[in-house]
């Protein structure tokens, strides 16, 4: 497994003149646009509506390459993620604005999350 370190935690940084060890050990690791990461990356893909287009774009501006215009006037949104919880908490927020499309591991874990959240409000009306 990789170690990464946050930049922003970093004090100080020292370069010494080393030749770069075990490099054959070393993964790439990415990034995605919500902010997770991971050596490994998940396609999703979404259709979306002028509201969740619009709050995708202020708050992800890198998404604007990932968006392209659909003839019904919604846009599709074809990104990868590291992650399912940065997308998902954007998805389950604007959820009557947005439709998962091609993208059946990440339709599934939607599902599970919905009925999760239904049955733990569920069992708190019975308390």
Not at 78 to 85: F, I, L, Q, R
Request: net charge negative; proline share 5%.
């Amino acid at each position: 497994m990789n170690k990464t370190f946050k930049l922003s935690r970093t004090e100080k940084v020292e370069k010494i003149d080393l030749l770069w060890s075990h490099k054959a050990e070393h993964k790439p690791f990415y990034a995605d646009l919500f902010h997770f990461s991971s050596e490994e990356r998940k396609p999703v893909s979404l259709l979306l509506g002028p509201l969740s287009t619009n709050l995708l774009l202020e708050e992800f501006p890198d998404s604007q390459r990932q968006l392209h215009l659909m003839p019904d006037g919604r846009h599709r949104f074809d990104t990868e993620v590291c992650s399912y919880k940065g997308i998902a908490r954007f998805v389950l927020g604007l959820f009557d604005d947005i439709e998962i499309v091609d993208s059946p591991e990440f339709m599934n874990y939607i599902q599970q999350k919905v009925k999760a959240v239904g049955s733990k409000y569920a069992q708190a009306e019975e308390q």
